[in-house]
């Protein structure tokens, strides 16, 4: 997982995170650069409205509509959006911009961003990690991760999962799966390192214990 940094005054930060972006876009590997953004603005959360208007400026009337800058800067958006909400001025700001891109360009992968973007903005409630590498490389496709979860006296078990999924939504699948619904015994899932075992608590976004592991 990412460790922590030094920071110098929030405007130093916001100038670093912008010369990041200016970077983003010519970037052939985009996806440490992805994440330290993320981890910054995790860090210093009142850099995340000024990130999130300064992905809207990059992805409003680009020099190439779709092109792998401008798509950089829309897979970093899907980052933002699964990791961080805006504060409500911002958020009505940013859907606009959202309807807009749809609306300009139907059927792109800007608007197939847009439409994710979207849809995760209803279901992120803040994380405890910015998104893992492998999490990273999953949004840039849209896609979910495969968790494998090992369970006493059963196969292990592969569970699809997003940025929203909580461990309670995992236990369930897998209680259902193993045949156990009628079970009186309750199910939690268990967190195991080389130093410890705890259990997870239900409300935990599984894609945050993954973070942790990196």
């Known amino acids: 997982a990412p460790g922590p940094c030094s920071y110098t005054t929030l405007r130093d930060e916001a100038v670093k995170l912008f010369n990041s ?6 970037e052939r590997d985009p996806v440490p ?3 330290g953004v993320l981890q910054t603005c995790l860090d210093l959360p009142p850099l995340v409205d000024e990130i999130y208007c300064q992905l809207v400026k990059q992805t409003t009337e680009p020099p190439a509509p779709g092109g792998q800058g401008d798509l950089h800067y829309w897979q970093l958006l899907t980052c933002m959006s699964c990791t961080f909400l805006p504060s409500l001025p911002i958020l009505r700001f940013l859907r606009f911009h959202l309807d807009r891109t749809e609306s300009r360009f139907p059927a792109s992968e800007m608007a197939k961003y847009a439409c994710f973007i979207r849809e995760a903005l209803g279901k992120t409630k803040g994380r405890e990690c910015v998104p893992s590498l492998e999490e990273i490389l999953v949004l840039m496709r849209r896609q979910e991760m495969i968790c494998t979860v090992h369970c006493p006296g059963a196969p292990a078990c592969s569970v699809a999962i997003s940025s929203h999924t909580t461990a309670e939504e995992v236990a369930r699948e897998l209680v259902s ?3 156990l619904s009628q079970s009186p015994n309750l199910f939690a899932l268990y967190e195991q390192s080389q130093r410890r ?3 997870v608590g239900s409300a935990t ?5 993954l973070t942790r592991f990196e």
């Open 177 to 179: 799966r193993l045949g």
């Open 197 to 199: 075992e705890q259990p």
């Open 21 to 26: 972006l200016q970077q983003l876009e010519l």
């Open 205 to 209: 976004l599984l894609a945050d214990i």
């Open 33 to 35: 650069l992805m994440q």
